[in-house]
């Protein structure tokens, strides 16, 4: 019973937030591209973005089937969903520092 209550919260609100999270990065890499498209630092956001929706999506399609195959090791997939949003806060806030930075060097406010 602990195991379906589980499974239906990562179903109802792990998959929201991971399609959430998801737009956020999106959209943050996307107004970094722009700025600088051309140069070396938007070829590297564009890839850093790719990489982390790649990431994500794969994440969320692994463990959710490793959760309905193996219930009692949802501790597991828990562990890595803690890593993995650590990982995801340090990679917003990249960004976000990346933006401020390009913003300063192409003199955007």
């Known amino acids: 019973m602990m195991f379906e209550t589980f499974q239906n919260s990562i179903l109802f609100f792990a998959w929201p ?6 737009i ?6 996307t107004r970094i591209y722009r700025l600088v ?3 070396l ?3 590297i ?3 850093l973005v790719y990489t982390i929706l790649v990431d994500i999506s794969s994440l969320g399609v692994v463990s959710m089937m490793y ?5 009692k090791n ?6 890595v969903f803690i890593i993995w949003f650590i ?5 917003l806030k990249t960004l976000s520092a990346a933006a401020k930075e390009v913003k300063k060097v192409v003199g955007q406010k």
């Open 17 to 22: 937030l991971l399609v959430v999270f998801s």
């Open 24 to 29: 956020i990065i999106f959209v943050k890499g």
């Open 37 to 39: 498209k051309d140069s």
């Open 41 to 43: 630092v938007g070829k």
């Open 45 to 47: 956001t564009k890839a």
């Open 67 to 71: 959760i309905i195959s193996q219930p």
């Open 74 to 79: 949802v501790s597991i997939v828990l562990a």
């Open 87 to 91: 990982v995801f806060a340090w990679s």
